[in-house]
């Protein structure tokens, strides 16, 4: 599904030059769910948005689906990502002046689907049905993140990406939001990429890698 | 029935945008209030100060129009007495044998009318006033379109023989006889005793009115007033008014008639004219662009205030942008492309614009009607205007929305997503 060759990425603050990612290998079957670890800086977040499509490496290639997308234009990324990937993000991420429904609608948006019933579905499977109107100032952190994960599976991409979705959360909330997102992808074969602190966090996946400066460093399986 | 719910759906896809942008202005009330508001005074002035100058257009056309496009006027030159310069009208270069010479030889000529005019007492009971007396000839009633209030204008037999009878402008009436018919009644013009045959109904404030006149045959003037001889002997007019019966040749008897009286007067090649040819066209014509530079001048005023709320617009809509930054980095996470944001801004814009500019309509409009309403000036609504503005509040929309929507669509995702 995913499978990373030599990447690394490079930026430019100022005069100095910063390399983030020094060639990271990496390969992610369908349907897996593995967890990035690493302490602050390591590039794990860098990595993250160029397995989403957010950004491009500097060097190295990158095969989503057996198709190289490293090189595609600024919109032919977009299309991807709106097809293919859901964010979930630590701080959640939703647009404060519209309501949950809404917000789950804008999952779709992108991906050309139109239909307010789909919208509803999702938000109902993350067990917000009943605040469907309600705007993300007037719902917890846990249900926010969890109105974010119903607006990354609403158009059922076959890639998940979480960068420490409960972060956030105190542990109880954050205990539910992780077994939203293990469940989601049990029952819906999604391929899943979390970022995580927590050592009991990355013991339910069933791969763990880490990341020190710019490299992995170890891979393991649980 | 699935059909129906498709064409929803693609209504629903249209109006997206709009649905966007107005959630986005409705979360700043005030702030987009003030934005709307800046223009829909621009608007709001544009149409009112435009409906205002093609209403003093109109007017004024429709006055002069009322004598006739087909009138010319000529009138004797300028003196020169010791380098200054006299009125038009102060020469003494004009005659009765000029005006003989006109109708004779020129072609396209409906009717001729020469005067002789001068100030005058007039006086009737114990009413007496001073005004001007016109000396002319009966067509003259026809060349302006004179209507007649009561009597009968005097008639060609009157002009032979020299009758001593007058026709009464209105004024001129009520000040002499108030509500009193004159019709029948004596009056003195000077020293003559004079009978009153008519009275003109009132033209109101026109070029060349003659409600402050009166008119008697140009043959009974000559024997009241001494006419004054030009150095060849012929006798001096005060003016010459004609009416052309096609008006498409209105250039062209101008034209002969510049010939022959140039000719007559033995003007040297090269020598200024010694009188002027005025046509209602010419008139016409000359103030209906002083009009237009007047409405253009106004416009271009209103124009300005619409400019800056333009720039007002693209104020807010960069602060915007700038507010939104992290909402930019969403949506492109989401999968947005850079035409969806620009398409996005761009329309929140647009909307804002258009709202004010429909207010601004509303507005301009009330204001024009009102101050027709009021009397305080004549005003002229027209569709093209208010389509004009409701395209231009469009287009300023567009074209102040354009540089922050493109500033939006170019963000960094990820440098989006991390601003706080």
């Given at each position: 599904?995913?499978?990373?060759?030599?990447?690394?990425?490079?930026?430019?603050?100022?005069?100095?030059?910063?390399?983030?990612?020094?060639?990271?290998?990496?390969?992610?079957?369908?349907?897996?769910?593995?967890?990035?670890?690493?302490?602050?800086?390591?590039?794990?977040?860098?990595?993250?948005?160029?397995?989403?499509?957010?950004?491009?490496?500097t060097t190295?290639?990158?095969?989503l689906?057996?198709?190289?997308?490293?090189?595609?234009?600024?919109?032919?990324?977009?299309?991807?990502?709106?097809k293919?990937?859901?964010?979930?993000?630590?701080?959640f991420?939703?647009?404060?002046?519209l309501?949950a429904?809404?917000?789950?609608?804008?999952g779709?948006k992108?991906a050309?689907?139109?239909d307010?019933?789909?919208?509803?579905?999702?938000?109902?499977?993350?067990?917000?049905?009943?605040?469907?109107?309600?705007?993300?100032?007037?719902?917890?952190?846990?249900?926010?993140?969890?109105?974010?994960?119903?607006?990354a599976?609403?158009?059922?991409?076959p890639?998940?990406?979480?960068d420490?979705?409960?972060?956030?959360?105190?542990?109880?909330?954050?205990?539910?939001?992780?077994?939203?997102?293990?469940?989601?992808h049990?029952?819906?074969?999604?391929?899943?990429?979390?970022?995580?602190?927590?050592?009991?966090v990355?013991?339910?996946?069933?791969?763990?890698?880490?990341?020190?400066?710019?490299?992995v460093?170890?891979?393991?399986?649980? | 029935?699935?059909?129906q719910?498709?064409?929803?759906?693609?209504?629903?896809?249209?109006?997206?945008?709009?649905?966007?942008?107005?959630?986005?202005?409705?979360?700043?009330?005030?702030?987009?209030?003030?934005?709307?508001?800046?223009?829909?005074?621009?608007?709001?002035?544009?149409?009112?100060?435009?409906?205002?100058?093609?209403?003093?257009?109109?007017?004024?056309?429709?006055?002069?129009?009322?004598?006739?496009?087909?009138?010319?006027?000529?009138?004797?030159?300028?003196?020169?007495?010791?380098?200054?310069?006299g009125?038009f009208?102060?020469?003494?270069?004009?005659?009765?044998?000029?005006?003989?010479?006109?109708?004779?030889?020129?072609?396209?000529i409906a009717a001729?009318?020469?005067?002789?005019?001068?100030?005058?007492q007039?006086?009737?009971?114990?009413?007496?006033?001073?005004?001007?007396?016109i000396?002319?000839?009966?067509?003259?009633?026809?060349?302006y379109?004179?209507?007649?209030?009561e009597?009968?204008f005097?008639?060609?037999?009157?002009?032979?023989?020299?009758?001593?009878?007058?026709?009464?402008?209105?004024?001129?009436?009520?000040t002499?006889?108030?509500?009193?018919?004159?019709?029948?009644?004596?009056?003195?013009?000077?020293?003559?005793?004079?009978?009153?045959?008519?009275v003109?109904?009132?033209?109101?404030?026109?070029?060349?009115?003659?409600?402050?006149?009166?008119?008697?045959?140009?043959?009974a003037?000559?024997?009241?007033?001494?006419q004054?001889?030009?150095?060849?002997g012929?006798?001096?007019?005060?003016?010459?008014?004609?009416k052309?019966?096609?008006?498409?040749?209105?250039?062209?008897?101008?034209q002969?008639i510049t010939?022959?009286?140039?000719?007559?007067?033995?003007l040297?090649?090269?020598?200024?004219?010694?009188?002027?040819?005025t046509?209602?066209?010419?008139?016409?014509?000359?103030?209906?662009?002083?009009?237009?530079?007047?409405?253009?001048f106004?416009s271009?005023?209103?124009?300005?205030?619409?400019?800056?709320?333009?720039?007002?617009?693209?104020?807010i809509m960069?602060?915007?942008?700038?507010?939104?930054?992290?909402?930019?980095?969403?949506l492109?996470?989401?999968?947005?492309?850079?035409?969806?944001?620009?398409?996005?801004f761009?329309?929140?814009?647009?909307f804002?614009?258009?709202t004010g500019?429909?207010?601004?309509?509303?507005?301009?409009?009330?204001?024009?009607?009102?101050?027709?309403?009021?009397?305080?000036?004549?005003?002229l609504?027209?569709p093209?205007?208010?389509?004009?503005?409701?395209v231009?509040?469009?287009?300023?929309?567009?074209?102040?929305?354009?540089?922050?929507?493109?500033?939006?669509?170019?963000?960094?995702p990820?440098?989006?997503?991390?601003y706080?």
């Amino acid at each position: 599904m995913i499978k990373l060759q030599q990447i690394t990425k490079t930026y430019t603050l100022g005069k100095r030059d910063l390399q983030v990612l020094k060639g990271v290998d990496l390969s992610v079957e369908q349907g897996e769910l593995l967890a990035i670890m690493g302490p602050s800086g390591s590039g794990k977040t860098t990595l993250l948005n160029i397995i989403g499509c957010l950004d491009r490496p500097t060097t190295g290639s990158y095969y989503l689906d057996g198709k190289e997308v490293s090189s595609l234009s600024s919109g032919e990324l977009a299309a991807i990502r709106a097809k293919k990937i859901g964010f979930v993000f630590q701080t959640f991420n939703l647009l404060p002046r519209l309501s949950a429904l809404a917000n789950v609608e804008l999952g779709l948006k992108y991906a050309g689907i139109d239909d307010r019933d789909l919208a509803m579905e999702a938000l109902r499977r993350v067990g917000l049905a009943d605040r469907a109107n309600h705007r993300p100032t007037e719902l917890s952190g846990g249900e926010q993140q969890r109105v974010a994960i119903a607006r990354a599976l609403v158009k059922r991409p076959p890639v998940i990406l979480a960068d420490e979705p409960t972060g956030n959360l105190d542990s109880k909330s954050g205990e539910e939001i992780l077994s939203l997102l293990t469940e989601l992808h049990r029952e819906q074969g999604i391929t899943l990429l979390m970022i995580t602190h927590d050592p009991d966090v990355a013991l339910r996946c069933q791969r763990i890698i880490r990341l020190r400066d710019g490299l992995v460093v170890s891979e393991e399986r649980t | 029935m699935k059909r129906q719910l498709a064409r929803l759906k693609g209504v629903k896809k249209w109006l997206d945008p709009a649905y966007s942008a107005w959630t986005s202005i409705a979360t700043h009330k005030l702030r987009s209030f003030l934005t709307i508001l800046g223009i829909v005074i621009g608007i709001a002035a544009v149409i009112a100060l435009m409906s205002i100058g093609r209403g003093a257009q109109a007017q004024i056309m429709s006055r002069i129009q009322g004598l006739g496009a087909d009138l010319i006027g000529i009138r004797p030159g300028i003196t020169m007495a010791g380098g200054v310069r006299g009125g038009f009208g102060s020469a003494s270069t004009l005659t009765l044998e000029d005006a003989e010479a006109i109708r004779e030889q020129i072609p396209y000529i409906a009717a001729l009318a020469p005067t002789f005019s001068a100030y005058q007492q007039l006086v009737a009971g114990n009413q007496n006033m001073n005004a001007q007396v016109i000396g002319t000839t009966p067509e003259y009633a026809f060349l302006y379109s004179l209507e007649i209030a009561e009597g009968d204008f005097f008639t060609d037999y009157d002009h032979q023989r020299g009758s001593r009878v007058a026709m009464l402008g209105a004024n001129v009436k009520q000040t002499l006889f108030g509500d009193e018919s004159p019709v029948g009644q004596q009056m003195r013009i000077g020293g003559n005793i004079v009978r009153v045959v008519g009275v003109l109904k009132s033209k109101g404030a026109v070029w060349a009115s003659p409600d402050d006149a009166a008119i008697i045959p140009l043959t009974a003037m000559q024997q009241m007033v001494t006419q004054p001889r030009t150095s060849r002997g012929e006798r001096v007019v005060t003016s010459i008014a004609l009416k052309v019966s096609d008006q498409s040749q209105l250039d062209f008897v101008t034209q002969q008639i510049t010939e022959l009286l140039r000719s007559r007067h033995r003007l040297a090649p090269g020598a200024e004219n010694d009188f002027s040819i005025t046509s209602v066209q010419a008139v016409t014509q000359a103030l209906s662009e002083a009009t237009g530079t007047m409405t253009l001048f106004l416009s271009a005023v209103a124009a300005i205030s619409l400019l800056v709320g333009g720039i007002g617009v693209m104020n807010i809509m960069l602060v915007s942008v700038l507010e939104r930054t992290r909402e930019i980095g969403i949506l492109k996470a989401l999968g947005a492309r850079e035409r969806d944001i620009w398409g996005q801004f761009l329309t929140e814009s647009a909307f804002l614009t258009l709202t004010g500019g429909v207010i601004g309509v509303v507005v301009g409009c009330g204001t024009s009607l009102l101050l027709s309403r009021l009397k305080v000036m004549t005003t002229l609504l027209s569709p093209d205007i208010i389509v004009l503005a409701v395209v231009v509040s469009l287009g300023v929309g567009l074209f102040f929305g354009f540089y922050p929507a493109w500033n939006a669509s170019r963000l960094d995702p990820i440098e989006a997503l991390r601003y706080e």
